[in-house]
Structures are given as C-alpha cells and as structure tokens.
C-alpha cells in the first residue's frame, strides 16, 4: 500500500526517473492519501482496534446492503431493521440478525464463557432491547459478557443479591430508564469503571431519556460516565476498549 | 364574628327592624366577607387546620416585622434571615430564630420523643438546611421527627443501616440534590409515603436542582411525591398534614 | 425462610459438622439472600403494604400475560392495551379491563360506598382518564374513593359547590392540564393532602403537561405535591398509602 | 418640516424651476424622510395615540438625563433606578421619581378618582412592585386605576370579596408569580379583557417567571392575553390602549 | 332560583316554621350554590357576557354532539374535526361547519362589513387556518373582521400598503410563526392594541411555535399582548372583548 | 405603473386641475403603495438580487401549483413532495423535480464545471439530501458548486484529504449532525466563510438538530455562521449572494 | 522550513547517507510537523486570511500580556477589560484599548472613508458595545465599515430612511436583543448577505438573548445566518472574509 | 472489625454463653453494620479500591477541616477554596494545596515519569483548570499522567502533531468547552477510552457547558463516554479505575 508507494517513489527518485520536485510534491500529499485509503475498515481496525460499523439508522436497506458487502473481516451493522437484514442476507447469506439488538453480523457471535467480563445489567425489562444491544457489541468484539436484567433500584435486594458478579467485573454497563438511579447505586458498590446508558424508557417528565441522562450525569458515585440515550452499542463498544487494556 | 352578625341580622329581621330586601342583599354578599376576614390566620387555621405562615424572601425585615406582630397563635416565618430575625425580635422580644432552617417562631419549638413520627433524611450534608427546615416545620406544627442526615446512595449500607427508623415511619421526608435518586430507593423499602425534596445541591447538569427534580418525577417506587426544589416547608408542611391524619 | 437456614447453620456449627470458616462465609453473604426472595410480589407486599403491579407500556401482551398469570394474591396492570388484555385473558379468564383507567385486575374491583375517602377531582373533561386511572388504583386498594369530573378554576362555583365533599376527604388527587391551576385552588380550602397529578392536557405551550406540572410544583398552596405527568397510578397508589395511615 | 418641503417642491415645479424628472425622484425618497423626523415623540404620539418612554435598563444615568431633557411633551423614564433619577434631576429640576414603580415622570402624575378603570392586581406581595409599574403608567398615560393586592388563589375568599370592583372594570391587569394561576381564576369571573404580567416571583422551579408565564399561557378562561415577565409598563401601556379605545 | 330559595328560608324563619340555627346553617352554605348553577352556559354569558364554547380536541364525536346538542341560544364548538361535524349534524342538522378555521356553529355566520372591526392579518399563507380560526370566533360573537392574508416582514411593502386599513382598527390580530416578527412591526406603526398568535408553522429551531412566542413575548413595540401557540380562538375572543368595550 | 402615477398627477396639478392640497396628500401616501407592485417576484429580484421561491412545505400541492404556474422568470419550489411535483407538473409541463433536494424547477439546472464555487460537505451520508438542497439552490442561482460528502470528523483524514478543494472554494457549507464538529474543525483549516448547516440526524440527545446547532453557534473557528435545522435552501441562498459579491 | 527539511532528506538519500528505512519514517511523521510549527500566527494568517485573536475572557491580565507581546504582525485582543489593557500596555506601549468594543490592538486603528464596505447597524441603543466590536473587528481587518445605531423595528422609518447606505452594503452585521426582529426585516430589503448577531439585551422570556438567536434562526428572509449571542468579533470576522472574497 | 466480631460470637455461643436466639437476632443486624462501619474511609478503599473525598463545595472551612483530620490513609479534598486550605493546615499541617486543581492532600503529590499513563488534553487554555483536577486526581491515585494543553479543533495540526503521545495511552481525558468538538475528533484518532469532560468554558449560547456536554454526547466516534460539566475530579476517578484495569 502506501509505504510501497512511497518507496517506489524513492527508488524512482535514486535512480534519477523523477525530479526532486516532483518527490517533494508527491510526498506534501501524500501523508492525507495515506491515512486515506480505500479499504476504511482495514485502516480503522488499525487505528482504533476494532472495526468499523455500518450504522443503519438513516440508510435505506439497499445502501445497507452494499457497504455490508463491500467490508472485510468482522462486519456489524447496528440499528437494523428487518428490511436491513432481508436486503443483507440477499447479497450476503452468512449474515446473522439478532433482532432484539437490532444487530446484523457477517458471522454467528460466539459467547465466551471464562475470562474478564463486562457485565451488563438492567433497571427494568424496557431496557433490555438497549441493553441486548451493548451486550452483543461487547461479545462481537470478542469479549465475555455477563447479563443480569430487571436489577432495578426499586427492588433493592435484586441487585445487592448480584454482588459478587458485580464486585468481579472489569467494567459494567447499567442501562436505565426513568431517574436511572441506577449507575449510581452500583458505582457505589463496585471498584470497577461504569458506564451509564440512559434509555428512553419512561414517560411525561422522563422526556424521552433526558432525565435518565442528566441523572447518570450527576450521578454522587464517583468511576461513573456516560454516553448518549439508547447507545447501546456506544457502551458495549467503550467496554470493549477498556477491556482491551485489561488483557494487556 | 361572622356568625354574630348572621345572627343579628336574622334578630333584626324578626324583629321587623329591618326589611327582607335588606337582609337579602347583606346575605349574598356575606359569604364572601364571612369568609375574607381580618384576621386572617384564625380563618386559615380553621379552614386548612395548620396555621398560615410568613413567607420572609421577598419581605423587607420591616413588613416581616410588622406582620409577625399583627398575627396570633403560633406565629412562623421561614425563609428568614439574619436581618428579619433582627427586625422581628425588636417587635416581638420572645421570637427564637432557628438560623439554619432560616424560620422564626414566636416560641420555642418543642421536640416530642416518642408517638407516630416522620422520618427527614438526606443524601448528603449540604442538603440539611433544606431538610431542617422542612423537619422543623413538622415539629413548630406539633409532629414528632426523626433525623438522619448523610445516607445517600453512594454508600447504601448507610441507610439500610437505617431500615428500622425508616420503616417505623408514618411519612418519610427524603431531600436530595444531584441526581437525586435517595427517594427511589427509599421508596422501594417503605409502606409509608415519602415525600421527595429535590435541593439545588450540585453543580453543571444538576441545573440548580433540576435533575434531582426530575429523577424524582419519574421515581419507579410508587408512593412518592415530590415538592419545588429547595421546598423543606412544604415538605414539613405535607408531613405534618399526613400526621394529623394518621392521629384520628 | 431465612431464620431457618441460620438456626440450620448455627445447629450444624454447634454440633461440629461445619467449621467456623464456613459458618462466617455464609453469614456475610446471608443477608442479601434474605432480602433477595425468589416470590417477589410476597415479599413486596410485606415490605410496601402493596402488591407490586405490572407496567405494560413496553412490555409485548405476551410478557404482560406471563407475568400477570404467575402472579398471586390481588394482581393488576396499568397502562393495558386491548391487547394486552387479549393476551391477559386468555391466560386467566377472570381477569376484568377497565379501559377508560386502562387497568387490568384479576377480579372485579369493589367499589365501597363509605367510610375514609379519597376524593378524585379533574379539571376538565380531558382529564378523566387520568383520573380514572387513580381512582380505580384506591379502589383497588381496598379505599373509598369519590369522583368530582370537570370543576376547573375558569368557573369556580362548580368548584366551590362541592366544598363539603372536598373538606371531608382524608386526601384530594386533583388532576389538571394546560395552566394546572386547580391544586392550587383546592389546596388553598382544604386541610387534608393534595396530590395534583399534571395530565398531558393542552396544547402549544402546555408542552404535553410540563406547564402544568411546574404549576404545581410552584403552588402557593402548601400541603400540595406533585407526581409524574398522566401518573394516575402513583397518585392513587399515594393515596392509598396516605389512607392506610388514617386507618392505623 | 415635511409638508413645507414638499410644498415648495410643487412650486418650483409649477414655477418651472425644477424638471419634472427632479421632483419626481425627489418626491420618491421623501416619504422615508418624512418618517425619520428629528423630533421622534411628536412623531411617535401621532402615530401611536401615546407617547414613547425612555428604557433606563441598559443606559447609564448621563444617557437619560440626556434623552429625557430633550424629549417634549409628557416624558416619562421606566426601569429608573435612583442614580438615573440623580441625573435627571439635575437637568431636569421638576422630574418626579416613583421607586416602586421605578418611574420617572417631568410631572407629578394625578390619579383619577372617577370613569372607566383598570383594575390592577396582585397574587402576594413581592408582585406588588410590577403592578405598580403598570398601574403608574396607565394613570401617567391619563387613565383610572383601582388598585388591589394580595388576592392570590391560596386564599380565594379574597378575591371573591372584590368580585364587585373586578366585574365593574374595563380592563384587569392580573400580575402572579410561581404557579401564576390568578389571570385564570379571575378570567373566569369577568367579561372585560385580562391582562396576564407573569412575574419573577418565587424560587426553585419557577424558573425566574416562566412557569407563572407558561401558566398565563395555557390559561383555560378565554379573554387573557399575556407579556413578558415583570413586564408592567406593557401591561399598563396595554390596558391604556385598551380603555381609549372605550373612551371613543 | 337562589334569590326564590333565601327568600323562602326567611320567610319560613319569620314565621317560626325553622330555626335561626338552621337558617344559619342553610345560608352559610347558600352562596356557592348560588354561583354554581345547573344552565353552565347560561350563567357563563350573564358572567362573562361571551357563551362558553365546546372544545373538541380530546372529545370524541359523540361526546362533543351531546354537549352541543344540550347547549342553547348561540352554540360554538372549535378544533372541530370532520368526525364531529358529522356526529353533531345527526344531533343538530342546522349546525354549520367551517372547516378551514375548524369551528361548528349552530347557525350560519354573518359577516358585518361596516363599523368598528378586528383586523386580522397574518405573516404568511400557512398562518391562515389559526388567522380564520380567530377571524370566524370574533365573528361568531357579533363583531367585524377585516382579513388581511401574507403581509410578513420579509415584504414590507405588502404591510406598509395597508397601513391605512391597520390605523382605523380598533383591534389588531397579527398570526406568524418562524421569527414571529410581525406584531412588533405593527406594533410600531399603530395606537390600537395587537393581539400576538403565534403559530406553529416553520421548522428546525422554530420547535413548533416557540420561537414565535418567545419573540412576542419580547416585543420591543408596546401595546402587544401575546396567547398561546396556534390559539385563534382566544385571540378572537379577546378581541371580540375589546371591541364589546369600545361599543359602551 | 408607480411613476407614471405620480407623472400624472405632476401634470394635472401644472395644468391646474388639481390643487397642491390634493397634490400632497396623495404624495404623502404613494410611496408605500409605490413600493408594494402587483408583480411580487419581479420586484423581488430587484430588491434582493435573488427571484423569491415557494416553500411548499404547509401549502397544499393545488396551491403550490397555483403559484407556481403565476410566477415568472427563474420559479423554484423548495421543501416539494411527490403530490406538489404531480400537481405543478400537470399545471407546468417543464417543471423538473429534483427529489433528494426536494426542488422542483421551471427548467432542467445547469452544473458550471468552473469558475469561482462554493464547496458543500457533509459529515455522514444522511446528511446528504440537506446538503443537495444547499447545492442545488446554489446551482439554480447560477453557481458552480463542488460536492464532498462523508468527511465527518471521526475520520479526520478524508477530510484532509480533500484540503485543497476546501482552500479554494469562495464559499463552503458544511451540513452535519449529531455533535456537529465539522464546520469548527473545517473553519480552522480555510480563510473563506463556513456556512454550517445543522441537520436533524441523529437520536436520543441530539434532540433533532439542537445539539449540532449550539454547537455551531459556539465554534470555536471564527468565520463560521450558522442557519437553521435542515436549512439547507438558506445555506444555498446564502452561498449564492456570497458569490454573486465575490463576481463584482 | 518544511519544504527545505524535505528537500534535505532527499538529498541526504541520494548522497546515501541516509538509509530508505529512514526516509521513510521521517516522511511518514512530517506532515504533521508540517503543519504544527512553533510559530502559530504566522500560519494562521498564512492559512485564514486574517490573524489569530486574543480572547481575553478568562485569561488572567498577565496571561493576555504575555501572549498579546509574543505575537508579532498585527495583534487584537478581545473581551479584554481595562485590568487586561493595564498589563498589556505594560508590556507593550504602543497598545490601544477601545473600551465600549473591549478590544485592544497594537496599533491605532485607521477607518477607511471609501470602497466597498460592511454596515453594521442596531435595532437599539443598548446593542451598540456588540455592534461596535463587530464594526472594530471589520476595520482592523482593513475594511471599511459604515454604522448605524438604534434603527430598530418599533419605529420603521428610521430604518427604511436608511435603505441607501444598506442597498449598497457589500454585507451587513445586524446586531439585536430583544425579540431579534431586525435582521428579517432588513434581509427582505437588501441583496447581500446578513449576518445576524443576537445580544443579551432585554429581559424575563428573552433569556440572555435565546430568543433573539432563535428568531434569527428561523428568519423568514434569506441571506440571513447567525452567529452567537453577543459575537460581535465573530460577525466583524466573517463581514472581513466576506469583504476580502469582494475585492478579489 | 467485623470478622472478628462475628468469630468472636460465634464462639461465644460454641461455649454456650450465649442463647441461639441471640445470636440469631445479632447476625440478622449485623450484614448491614458490617457494612455501615465508623471508619468509612477504610471501607471505601475496600470496597472501591480508591479512598472516598472530601468535597469541599457547600461545606464550611472547619466542616471541611474537621474530617480531613478524621480520616486516615490518602486523604483528598477537591473543590477546595484558599479558605479551607487555610482551616485544614491549621489542623493536618502536612496538608498541600494546588490551587490551580483546588485540591487538597495531606501529602505532596508525586508525578511519575514511566509506565501506562493517562493522556489528559485540553482544548483551550481556560479549560486547564479542570483538566488539571483529572490530571492530579489520577496521579494522587497514583498512575501517571502526559498533559498537553491547547490542543483544540481550530488548529487542527496542534492535536495532529501529538498523535504519538495519545495513541500510547491507556485512557485519554479531554476536557473541552464551546462546541465541544475535541473528544470526536481524538476518539476517532486512538484506541483506548476516551473520557469527555465538558467545561463551562464559552458565552451566549454554550449555556454553561451544556453544548460542550451535549456536543460529546453525540460524539460520531464511539469510544467516547462522557462525565458532568467541569467534573475534573469525576475523569480522574475514572481514569485511574480504567488504568488500575490496565495493570492486573
């Protein structure tokens, strides 16, 4: 790729077949071209470490279906709908939807039963969907993940119950609706970083996950972030960073 | 009062001394006048069976003062300072300043040790001088009150520690500010109602007590209700309300 | 339960047949199992004095119907869909819709015709529902309640001419949307608790009942608090929470 | 001024000193001219029927004093604060300052005592300051003003005493804070306009007026309109503008 | 009625056929019954002098057809939908549909075309439908409306060229939504007073009309008075009270 | 038309048909209606450099077709549907619709392949059709216009790819949502003015475009300036009259 | 600088006295160094168009006087108070502070009296100090600028008495409080751009100037585009890169 | 502690000293005491593996003072004013300031120099204060810490130009006012989490840090979570949770 661009250019260069000016010039543009190149997926995996995602939400399924066929290696495309997937599997028969996570994948995601966790819980049965969502990202990107739904602060023996899965995970993600009271009560029980999911769940005053949000925000347990309403898949993908660095 | 000149006019009226014209029109407009009268506390205490009370912010220290004097009974201002508390005391020597609750009385406030009683809790300490306010007011209007300040979420075994108090309780009073989730997970072990206090306690998106507000709305224990940020009298103030009706 | 599994360690401990070890490993984790039961609508009544209740809004009719048939003793389900209730009924041919409160229960609700009550009042014809949804929640409860529809402040006398109604209730739920106004109102003539339920009422600036809700929360009345916008269940619940204490 | 100039256009033209073309083009850009006059008051009573103020908000003390010697007529200063009045006074010996109202006026206003009125009233008495605003600048503009405060809906029997005076008026400028819910309760009881002034009145969530505005809004008695906050020289200029059109 | 009732009861005490204590009773309680009558409509037009209207928004056909039907002398219904034309028609085949301004009469509308008037203008052509709505409603009630359709700021000249039919209003309703710049504009150029209707027509950052409201709220022109979003019905009812007092 | 009036009457009052009394007073009110032409759009173009457009949005497609079969020259209909296209087309059989721009013209548009251009970017492909709206405005108004779309801030390196299209440009809108980083970083990069486009895209907290908005409000890049949400006809017009400066 | 670094390497390479290994990881960094020199200013004028800017809000005196005498060329500081003009002058004699726009410079700024120019107008009195930063930032710039003050839309003809020096403005800087009206209206009268600059002038419902930016946003004219509330430095940059695309 | 007491019981009882019902009644309390300990510090650390914090903000110099004298181990106090340093040194003579960070600790803070560390980035220079409470936060934990200051989006070749640093850190902390742009543009450069902090950095429409907090959460790179507004303490906390990950 670029690095044999550039040394045929040096090559070409040395044995006198091209100017020193038009090496300069070649080379002034080349770092953009380099960082730029066609196969964006390949590049970012490099970068970032994990790969690039197909973001449905917005795209029609036909334009779905192409980037989906047009990437390489470990393919994820979130937010999907049926008629996502129906137009993916046409062209791609190996896809896998996994409908509650609205999550299509170009291969069958495996679940790792040992090692690090991230463990993934949920104030209420509404959250799940968003919840699913980060769970399976984590798990596409390779990761062990652990599910505890319906743990909810109301309830508050349901959660203290899960204690030891808690106190041993490398990172949690706690969706909740409503005040999303959640996160901050975990915060407080575990040493570990949280992250907090709003979800829309809720009604009048819960404006959509705005209250969920500001809530998580201001959360009094320290260890505790946020990312957007109903990003699921934000948060599986920041658990699958920080586990990441767990391994190393 | 009022009844007495009912009473005459009806007298006159037998009596011939007056004409039923007359007394019909002293009638339709009496309810109106029956009603508003000049003092007004007595009315108030009849009416909503706790007395009215002064509202000190907004009030010069002179109309705090002169309004004190002109009441009878129990007499309470909140939302007082230094300044009124010094005016007041010119007019009236036998005023106690209460300066953390920010409230005047025109008698020392007795505290009852034993009978039905509310509970006022806070997540953390500087959300006391809302609490104590609203503590106060229940107990200035003859309630007993239970404190226990500082057992927010981020440390949950501070108030399961607790759960014996709470549950005793007849009515919980529960001020929080940041994201304000004490009330929920209160709410979630009691019977009793609990009366949610959002306080202006935090900083960034806590929006001066918003979230907390809002968090409160959206409780996902039934059983709680919520008044304005920073609202301690109109906590105490529905305590108080709650009690007496507990004692009939 | 729980007493027994310590007594059965403590036995086995005295007796030799477990180590001290073991004995204190069970210990510290006990607690949370006790509180942690797997028959969770039991252990809510005893804790809350109320059963739990099931929350179809974004639960699919066939979750709501599992969960509603696995439930025992008194059950009930808000915000019901015909569907829901298709799927309800089914499962468990007793179970009665009331579609006006969107409420399911499992057996007729009784309706008691004396003794304490809670008076249910709206300000306008639009807030029915909401109100309906309160009212059969007290009812449902085992309390009294008594309905006043249509008495909002932009003609008073309606209002006024249920004074006696009013006065004599142990607690008013007033419902209202656009401005909210009619808590305040009630508030001021009575002494009892006023829970004002803002409903998503209005249009253009009512902003789907948030107007009406800050209202409230900003009543000049004391002795008023405030639950979740079109909250009918939590203000009824409330209630009968504040009713149960009369009883005592 | 303008019409003089337009004048000795004609002549000349008829005079044949200048080319039709000249007063043509003249004649074009005149209207505008004839607008933009020096003297802007003259100009602004012609058109408007009252006289323009000087805001003092915003402009330092020298910045009035010099607007308000230069303007003719009746002259009249709003949101005045007392340094602004110190300058003014200094140019102009015989202004008059109304604290309250923070009012300056070049003379002493006279209160009519007979004839078509506005009734001006308040909720509590922190709203006092901003109705004295609009009362003081309906009488400067040469209208009756009848005045009554403290009539809030906490206390109903208040305002129904006034019932007599409210139904008589010809236009109600109703100022409330927090919840705001006067203009509604008195919209109802009267059949003149209403003129809402949400004021800045309260704490926590009144938002520094605006839930008394949304509420002023949404109000559910037709017949009231609505001004910014702490707006009472609109609501007076308003009211005045509304009983000369009664006066006709 | 009332009056009837109290006079019987002093007749019935002068002749010792009750009690002075029972007359007592019966008149302390009489006042809000005599304010609270069973002919709503009735005693709403004796009240306010305009009859109260029928809001069909949240009402279903039939309930709307009944209270129309129940209803006497001049009947209106407004945000009527086709589906209450038609279920009112079966009740009441003389009522009148004008489904533009969404408004049920009970008898066709005459346009007056001489005497005092309503101008009614808007900014642009989607601002029509609450324009008619306030247009038809100061009809409906006996006044005359002059329309003046697409006269926003964009254009002045299209304002400018009417300025003599703004200057001879005795009332002025100017509807936008977007920037909602028009009534400031007017504001400026008349003495009469300006009724603001801002509308929920633009996009973005218009956030349904709140842009609109918000910008009249702050009007830099005295005189203008703002309703609630899309609010045709009160800005021609309020202008019809305005004109009721310039007729006196 | 305007001038020949004012010819005339400068005749008759030379020939002494006319006094100069009448003279003046119809000159007094002319330039108002000399300013207000029949012919709307022509004098449009005169006074703004620029042909008015019909926004169809909120108009039925009967009246888009209306207007737009009456206007002359260059006709343009912005925010068009299918059902506006079919009736214009029937009404206008040369109209072409441009649908992913939503545009409908009176004659197919023209792309310039060189000269001075304005450079339209996009962050993400969902951004395009506010983009296309931008471009296409631009085009129709007789600019050369270069697209770049998907060169959002995540991938910092497309965009840098394409700096030498960006340095170039006279003019560049930036369309992005969600976080709305583009025009900042963009603005950085380049010494011609960034129009910046918020676009609806995105969920949960990028509340339909607020977020990108205040974003661009507050770049941190000066040169930047911002339109509405999806305003993507205002970014192109702007574009335009930007152009059409930089020609002179 | 980097072009001869390059030019070295390759040279070095030839010469073989360094490897192609090397070459190549040098060239793959410098870009970036490439971009990022030591000497900010320099590159951002060379990049821009037009100088970096010293924001002072924030910075401490000493901070601003410190980086206003590293910077050479031409250098203004903005926001700055008389403390940071103090400090600076210190530093650097030559300093020139413009008070009422709060910007300091290294030099007397010189008004240019002829050629194209930027109008920068007000709708009030209290808008000047925002316009005058604009109309300061534009003619340190070098471009001319024409102001006009108080032309507000309360009072039409002032402004329409203007319509010469604005038809002939290359762009206008249309600064507002209050309801933000101004730009709308002059953006229907003229054919360049207009850049709306909302200010923090008003009160109650114009919080801090929302309104002003938001009506601006939803212009109905064209050609309009928005900067923060109170950026006059922001619009008097963009009006320079506007005027600097004129004179090419 | 805890153990102890339990084995101490449990021996107690072994020996038949004490009743099976007492021991039964002991435990049945003791889970929650074990929990709810005197030294709360010592459980902290145990249980979130980083010491609790004093947060001096809303608390008095000697409230302040007083616990950090109580606790033991790292002692930490953040938002600490002048004040309560001054009150703490007179207690813990060993007590440090950092006045830029507003931290106190009872030791001097070592930096260390090798190993995993956290990169914390700023976008502007006043965003350095709380960048600079993360940086010491996490160092006080004891992990290192890389800062760079002013790196934000507007000179994009700033950040470009330190890619080496930020793709070797384990967790990356960017704290950014205004647009809030920088975490988007860093998360797509690196692979490890990247905390957003937004600051109340900006004007007019940055509405306190909220488009910054806003802007983040929508953030287009996933990666990115996101703490309260100027939350430096909360990014620390979670940065060295995150690095403590790292190390296992």
Redesign the interface.
């Known amino acids: 790729m670029q ?1 044999e661009k ?2 045929e250019l ?2 070409k ?2 044995a006198g077949r091209i100017s ?1 000016q038009k ?2 010039k070649a ?2 543009s ?7 190149i066609a196969n ?1 997926d390949t590049h ?1 995996t490099l ?4 790969p690039e ?1 197909i973001f449905c ?3 029609t399924p036909q ?1 779905a279906a192409i980037i989906f066929q047009k990437m390489q290696g470990l393919v994820m495309a979130t937010r999907a709908e049926a008629a996502h997937y129906k137009a993916i599997k046409k062209l791609c028969p190996g896809a896998v939807y996994y409908s509650q996570a609205r999550i299509i994948t170009n291969a069958q995601v495996k679940q790792k039963k040992s090692g690090d966790y991230a463990a993934v819980i949920t ?4 959250d799940i969907p968003v919840a699913e969502e980060a769970a399976l990202t984590a798990e596409i990107f390779g990761f062990r993940v652990v599910r505890m739904w319906d743990v ?7 959660l ?2 899960k ?2 899965v808690l106190q041993e995970a ?2 949690i993600i706690a969706a909740a609706g ?4 959640l996160p ?2 975990v ?7 949280v ?1 907090a999911v ?1 979800t ?32 699921g ?3 599986g ?2 658990a699958a ?2 586990l ?3 391994k ?1």
Chains 1, 2, 3, 4, 5, 6, 7, 8 share one sequence.
Request: hydrophobic share 40%; with cysteine; net charge positive.
């Open positions: 690095k550039i040394t040096l090559k260069f040395k020193q090496v300069l080379l002034t080349l770092p953009y071209q380099d960082i730029g964006i970012r970068r970032r470490g994990l995602v939400q917005g795209k334009q104030a209420g049965t509404s909810g602060v109301a309830g508050l023996h349901r203290l119950d204690m030891d490398k990172v409503m005040e999303g009271a901050s009560v915060g407080g029980l575990v040493s570990c970083p992250i709003p829309s769940v809720g009604y009048g005053a819960s404006f959509g996950g705005i209250t969920a949000l500001l809530a998580m925000l201001n959360s009094c347990s320290p260890g505790v972030s946020v990312v957007n309403i109903d990003n898949f934000g948060a993908y920041l960073a920080i990441k660095g767990c190393k």
